[in-house]
């Protein structure tokens, strides 16, 4: 109990030393010294780590104090920030017999990531007591010793360094011992025992005595042996070294059994008390597990490997015994070489994984630590980075080193960087140590969607199904989960181009919204824009150029003749007039003819299907012009219909029809009264005809005459069919009778004569108005040019009507 008091003692008057070292290594750059006495128990303060490094307690959380140790001894609050003892300390077991004894860690906080190194000197405090190596000394002095004489006894061990082993030596009064004490090389006392006066066997053959150590700490310390004198006869002689220090130097890790020195000693006296034997003296466990000293040499050999990095140097005592009891000591000093037999080693301290791939050039990744147990150059390290990686590696104190990023990352070149710490000593032969490092990258929205192509074209057949897939556009993002997730719309196009179609926002596919129709629509573009997931969105814009295919859906339309001129009920009917001197392969007319497809489906071709005369007229194959096939003859009739069929060459290939109506004549106004005349004889043997079906009427069924007479008085009325006008007898009789004028359009090339017959006409005669304003026969026979009306022709009873399809009739 009274031990442990005075440790607490102890430790609380190295307490304020301590805290006051701590204070002024705070102040010491990244190196924190502080001290504390061992034996401290838990708990117990060692000092203000967070205020030495300069935190506050509110930065702790934050920063992250923690500590880096082979073994936890010390501990810090994260609280306070102070440092403990978290586990037992005990100097001797820690250093042995050093002068000095500490233990080094290193403190690392964070945000940003730094390391330093702490330092905790162990104060001895006198918590061993001095030792003997035996229960009891036994020595043998002859009789005839002299007064005066010197036996030099066996010096007791405190495992205490500094004042607390500096020991001091006692011995139980006697008035024929006294004990002297001796100085020696390292400042050690040799105890002696001195023969006050002479022996006399006879009167007392033994003498017990005891000899106590103390040594000078406070509280002090002792410990005893008993010393056990008898007193022999005749061996008046002890051993002599021949030294009374041995030197030698021996490397580490030489074999077991190798000689490091040979100690002798000589004994004056001779047959077994001047016989010497030799052994080690109160020496610790652990030399004699290296050492071993054969008794009859004095060789000292190695028992064990010797390491210079637990140890580089030894003192222990030798002893020399000769057959009578003498004894004479000695000291052996052995001092250890290193050889680089250590390896660096690298402790990774820290490593900051993932890192973003923005971030700035120099950012702390890794903290490591490379330390080589050798010492000068053999512990002398270099380090450096093995391998292709944007990193660099910066040399800190204490054999720290820090691991920065040398250039800008990119997770897209390379999402993983491996590297390999390589540790070098100076060494010869050099020996090195590896870590591999791996730094992972973590993504940011760096990189925009990239379209595989930045105009897609797409062609789809006109007439298509509503939602039919058009196309598929693909954009690929470089960057990794949300930000590399792309979507897609439509966001805009040429002119009335977005409604047409729609694009699914996940696959890119794109579908047509309506059926499209090449003859309003031939092609158009939208802009497609596709967007990644990040923050803020990045995006990028390709164009779709949709080509809508022709289908063969539109049959040939006929421009001239025009296409329901001839209608029922139509007031004017146009007709072409051939000279009667016509010959072979003069121009009738020209079938203007067009087709709303394109390619093949607009190739036009023409065929005559219909003609009074089929070998009097044929049709260009490409060109749609009607000419004479023959020269006219006068047994031709003076009226021919001709009927031509106009394809395309769709498949199916899709047609019309258009109808010409041809006069035969030198002229305009020949050609008139020969269709009357013809047209009057017709109607002649038409009355003939109707007056014979009446007559079989009345004859037959007298009660439908009423019924008969009210429709000829209607069809009286109502005039003759429009047709049977120009065969009329009064052959231009009605002034104002409207004819076409010339076609002189610069889309055709031709020149057409066209006759609307005035009056009355039969329904054969009936032909397609004309497209284009009608003139009178007037101006048609008086040769206005192309595009010019004479003033009467807009007033009058001869105007057209307004209504181009409406039959012209005059009142």
């Known amino acids: ?20 070292l701590g204070l002024w290594c705070g102040a010491a750059g990244e190196r924190l010294r502080y001290a504390i006495a061992e034996e401290l128990g838990r708990g117990s303060l060692v000092g203000p780590l967070a205020r030495d490094l300069g935190l506050s307690p509110a930065e702790l959380p934050a920063r992250k104090l923690r500590l880096s140790a082979e073994k936890p001894y010390f501990g810090v609050s994260g609280e306070s920030g102070e440092l403990y003892v978290s586990e037992r300390l005990d100097r001797e077991e820690l250093c042995g017999e050093s002068a000095s004894c500490s233990v080094s860690f290193e403190a690392l906080v964070q945000n940003p990531l730094n390391v330093f190194h702490v330092e905790v000197a162990i104060q001895d405090v006198n918590d061993n007591s001095p030792t003997f190596s035996k229960a009891a000394l036994d ?40 004990l002297a004490v001796k100085e020696i090389s390292g400042g050690k006392k040799q105890p002696e025992l001195v023969l006050e006066r002479a022996l006399d066997r006879e009167k007392q053959s033994s003498f017990e005595l005891v000899l106590t150590a103390v040594d000078g700490g406070d509280p002090v310390r002792s410990g005893s042996v008993q010393v056990r004198v008898n007193v022999s006869d005749a061996n008046d002689n002890a051993p002599v070294f021949s030294k009374s220090v041995y030197e030698a130097r021996v490397r580490e890790n030489v074999p077991a059994g190798s000689v490091v020195l040979r100690a002798r000693a000589t004994d004056a006296d001779a047959g077994s008390n001047g016989r010497v ?32 990095e637990e140890k580089s140097k030894y003192n222990f005592g030798l002893k020399a015994t000769d057959g009578g009891g003498f004894t004479a000591h000695c000291e052996l000093q052995i001092d250890i070489s290193d050889e680089n037999d250590n ?46 990686a944007p990193l660099s590696l910066v040399a800190s104190s204490g054999g720290s080193y820090k691991v920065v990023t040398a250039s800008e990352l990119d997770r897209e070149q390379a ?46 057949a006109e007439n298509n199904a509503a939602g039919a897939a058009v196309v598929r556009v693909l954009a690929r993002d470089a960057d990794a989960g949300a930000n590399g997730r792309v979507s897609y719309w439509v966001a805009g196009g040429s002119a009335g181009a977005a409604p047409y179609v729609s694009v699914e926002a996940r696959s890119g596919a ?107 007229f044929r049709v260009g194959l490409h060109s749609g012009e009607v000419r004479t096939a023959r020269a006219v003859s006068e047994r031709d009739a003076a009226k021919q219909r001709l009927v031509a069929v106009v394809r395309d060459h769709g498949q199916p290939a899709l047609s019309a029809t258009a109808t010409l109506h041809v006069v035969l004549g030198e002229s305009v106004q020949e050609a008139l ?7 009057a004889g017709g109607e002649a043997a038409a009355e003939l005809q109707l007056y014979l079906v009446l007559a079989l009427a009345l004859l037959s069924a007298l009660f439908l005459l009423s019924v008969a007479l009210a429709v000829l008085a209607r069809l009286r009325r109502a005039g003759p069919p429009a047709v049977l006008r120009c065969l009329g007898a009064q052959r231009f009789s009605v002034p104002g009778a409207a004819f076409p004028a010339d076609f002189c359009e610069g889309t055709l090339p031709y020149s057409y004569n066209l006759c609307v017959a005035p009056g009355r006409a039969v329904a054969e005669a009936a032909w397609l108005p004309p497209p284009l304003p009608s003139v009178s026969a007037e101006e048609l026979v008086g040769g206005e040019p192309c595009g010019k009306r004479s003033p009467s022709s807009s007033a009058g009873a001869g105007e057209p009507p307004a209504d181009r399809d409406a039959p012209q009739v005059k009142a």
């Open 673 to 679: 009264p020969e269709l009357g005349e013809r047209a």
């Open 139 to 178: 020595l043998e002095i002859g009789e005839w010793i002299l007064p005066g004489a010197r036996f030099p006894l066996e010096m007791a061990r405190d495992a205490d360094v500094g004042s607390n082993s500096l020991l001091t030596y006692q011995l139980t009064t006697n008035p024929t011992f006294a």
């Open 277 to 308: 034997s030799y052994s080690f003296g109160n020496v610790p466990d652990s030399v004699r597990a290296l050492f071993s000293v054969d008794s009859d040499s004095g060789e000292v050999r190695t028992a064990g490997p010797l390491d210079f």
């Open 510 to 616: 794109v579908y047509a919204q309506r059926s499209f129709d090449y003859e309003q629509c031939r092609e158009f573009a939208v802009a497609v824009r596709a967007q990644d997931g990040g923050a803020p969105a990045r995006s990028s814009t390709a164009t779709v150029r949709v080509f809508v295919l022709d289908r063969n859906d539109n049959a040939p339309r006929v421009l001239w003749p025009a296409a329901g001129a001839a209608g029922a009920g139509a007031a004017v009917a146009p007709f072409e007039v051939v000279p009667r001197s016509a010959e072979a392969g003069y121009v009738v007319a020209k079938v203007v003819a067009v087709d709303a497809d394109a390619g093949r489906n607009a190739w036009l071709s023409y065929e005559l299907v219909q003609a009074a005369e089929p070998a009097l």
């Open 343 to 388: 390896a660096p080693e690298i402790t990774v301290l820290s490593v900051s994984s993932p890192v973003p791939e923005d971030a700035a050039v120099g950012t702390v990744v890794a903290l490591l630590n490379v330390k080589d147990r050798d010492s000068g150059e053999n512990g002398h390290v270099s380090c450096e980075l093995s391998g292709e």
């Open 1 to 20: 109990m009274a031990s442990r008091q005075g440790r607490r003692r102890a430790g609380g008057r190295v307490l304020l030393p301590a805290l006051l």
């Open 415 to 460: 999402a993983e960087h491996r590297v390999t710490v390589v540790a070098m000593d100076r060494g010869s032969p050099s020996l090195s140590s590896r870590a591999e490092l791996v730094l992972e990258v973590s993504d940011v929205n760096d990189n925009a969607p990239v379209f595989e192509e930045a105009e897609y074209s797409a062609y789809v």
